[in-house]
């Protein structure tokens, strides 16, 4: 079973950079046909895809965002990270990592972590 913690700090003041780290247990960010991805959702608002990095180390961002957003990952610590930098109000959620996983052609698998509130206020 897979297991997916955010960490990171809950405040952070406007043009800084928002750091976030999900720490994976239970297997290895390297296990092929895994794909871990940065999820936020804002208040009231939905789910908002961020970015993905895959078990081979490729990286895909959402264009809206790509500008502004960083992923890297430390295969020796199963973590994966975000930064997203320029902040601003706008930028205040929920944070998630997720992992997705193709079992079959046709059938994947989904973790999630349990979500950590981003606020970005002076």
């Known amino acids: 079973q897979v297991r997916l913690q955010e960490s990171g700090p809950g405040l952070v003041k406007p043009s800084q950079t928002l750091s976030l780290t999900c720490t994976v247990s239970?297997?290895?960010?390297?296990?092929?046909?895994?794909?871990w991805s940065w999820i936020r959702q804002p208040p009231g608002k939905g789910l908002e895809w961020m970015g993905i990095?895959?078990?081979?180390?490729?990286?895909y961002y959402n264009p809206s965002l790509e500008l502004r957003t960083s992923i890297s990952r430390d295969t020796s610590k199963d973590q994966f990270s975000l930064q997203l930098r320029s902040v601003t109000p706008e930028d205040t959620a929920v944070y998630y990592c997720?992992?997705?996983?193709?079992?079959?052609?046709?059938?994947?698998?989904?973790?999630w972590g349990q979500g950590t509130q981003v606020t970005v206020s002076s």
């Open positions: 990095i895959g078990y081979d180390g490729r990286i």
């Open positions: 997720r992992a997705k996983v193709l079992i079959t052609s046709a059938t994947t698998r989904t973790y």
């Open positions: 239970g297997g290895s960010i390297t296990t092929s046909y895994y794909a």
